[in-house]
């Protein structure tokens, strides 16, 4: 059984910086799954924002490069995703998820992700 556990949200105002952390509990390692962090808001679908595979391979939405960051510690089966220059468009219920195997080289529809954690708000004010 695979449990994700997100932190991290909060409220910043525009500009500032937020790090999310998401833990992964259960038998088998988290370098074994493509790890996506996700993002919904309000009246939105849910899109991909990030991805990271076993090998530390990233992928980003267009609409967060260059200020999202998505790094590992599979010592502690934790993954993050890094937020700087936030914006309010960014404000959603942020959400990880895990998919077996490799991550694909481009972003992943969520149905792809077959284990997903409860979720943690950014609010970005400006």
């Known amino acids: 059984q695979v449990q994700l556990v997100e932190s991290g949200g909060g409220s910043v105002q525009a500009g500032g910086s937020l790090r999310l952390s998401c833990v992964k509990s259960?038998?088998?390692?988290?370098?074994?799954?493509?790890m996506g962090w996700f993002r919904q808001a309000p009246g939105k679908e849910r899109e991909q924002v990030a991805s990271?595979?076993?090998?530390?391979?990233?992928n980003y939405a267009d609409s967060v490069k260059g200020r999202f960051t998505v790094s590992r510690d599979n010592a502690k089966n934790t993954r993050y995703l890094q937020m700087n220059s936030l914006n309010p468009e960014d404000s959603a219920m942020y959400y990880c998820a895990a998919s077996w195997g490799q991550c694909k080289t481009t972003t992943m529809p969520a149905e792809d992700f077959a284990y997903w954690g409860q979720g943690t708000q950014v609010t970005v004010s400006s």
């Open positions: 990271i595979n076993s090998e530390g391979t990233t």
């Open positions: 259960g038998v088998t390692a988290i370098s074994s799954y493509c």
